[in-house]
């Protein structure tokens, strides 16, 4: 069953790779223009659940990918579709999918906060879990943490041995 | 009552009292948390030494920082601390409040929780186990027998300079002084 899905899934979408692995995964490459309508032909075959939306910093590629996660909730099917976009890592720029899965929203705004990746369409970027502001987005991988936390947090004296 | 204790008693009441009646404010910051819920619970029992957890910082003298410390949780830290009534203990618990433990590259968790508000006594490991927190309370007691934990006044001396550290890793407080902060010219 899953094999079949993959195919028509091949044969509806163009510019798409896709394999099975552990029989329970089904991985999806594609381009980013295409998401929105992937996204919907699966919630339309009921994967009606977006378990998550993460982010990989590929720094040797100069990409970001971006990695969406469905599962399904009425199906008696274990199977999870990974689905895979590397977008520019200059230039992080991508449609929300708010309105195709609501639940979305923090996971784009926390993408936003760690990883600078502008979510065109979504209603509010703001702040999620950081209080400070920083130059590169601290989830990147060329962010220097021990650098930077020594900077910071060593920078502030001990109460009582301060001159 | 222990009879030898009777002179203690008539000596200091209220220390006696503040000593066998610590009420933990329940407040969970990291992985360490994990290990309250039995403490209190029927199978270590805390309320044997005393100790009970209560809901508001308003009722509450023992503070217990369980966990790795982000700078959102120090900002409500700060606050807890701030609105609990004198006297009040701090206990840092786990590695990470000492010494920022296994988080001690990462960006966004503070190292040393002693720069922000003063900490009575710390309980080593990551995580102590439950037996950790009573040997910490028994020293606790010692240190409220011999007028050793007393952060809180440290805290209202010193309070210039612990504000100066809360702000200048928080950026401005946007809560008033707890107290008067004489300028310098
Ligand atoms: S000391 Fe260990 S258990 Fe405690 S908060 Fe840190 S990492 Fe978690």
Known sequence: MNKEL???????????????EKDNRLFIETKKEIVPALLKYFKDKSFDRLAMVSCVDRINENKLEIIYILTSFC????????????????????????????????????????FGVDFIGHPRL???????????????????????SEELFDSVPFVGDEK | MDRNKISKW??????????????????????????????????????RFGVIPVAS???????????????????????????????????GFGSCPINGGMYW?????????DKYIPVDGWIAGCMPRPEAIFIGVTHLWT???????????????????????????????????????????
Not at chain 1, 85 to 93: F, L
Not at chain 2, 105 to 113: A, G, R
């Open chain 1, 6 to 20: 993959l195919t028509e899934i091949l044969a509806t979408f163009k510019k798409t790779q896709g394999y099975i």
């Open chain 1, 75 to 114: 199906l008696d099917n274990p199977l999870n579709i990974i689905l895979k976009i590397k977008i520019s890592r200059n230039e992080p720029e991508l449609d929300t999918v708010i309105p195709i899965f609501e639940n979305a929203e923090p996971y784009e705004r926390e993408i936003h906060e760690l």
């Open chain 1, 126 to 148: 703001t702040p999620l879990f950081l209080e400070r502001e920083y130059e590169i987005p601290p989830f990147r991988k060329d962010f220097d943490m021990r650098k930077y």
């Open chain 2, 10 to 47: 008539l000596k200091g009441p209220a220390k006696m009292g503040h000593k066998y009646s610590l009420s933990a404010i329940y407040f969970c910051t990291g992985c360490g948390i994990i290990e309250v819920p039995p403490v209190i619970t029927a199978r270590w029992d805390a309320e």
């Open chain 2, 57 to 91: 910082p308003r009722q509450a003298n023992l503070f217990l920082i369980t966990g790795y410390v982000s700078l959102k949780t120090l900002k409500a830290i700060i606050r807890t601390y701030e609105q609990m009534p004198d006297p009040k203990y701090v206990v």
């Open chain 2, 105 to 113: 590259d990462s960006y966004n968790t503070i190292k040393h929780l």
């Open chain 2, 143 to 185: 240190l409220i027998d011999k007028d050793m934990a007393k952060g809180y006044v440290k805290y209202r001396e010193k309070y210039e300079s612990y504000r100066k550290n809360q702000e200048q890793i928080l950026g401005k407080l946007e809560w008033k002084p707890l107290y008067p902060i004489r300028r310098r010219k």
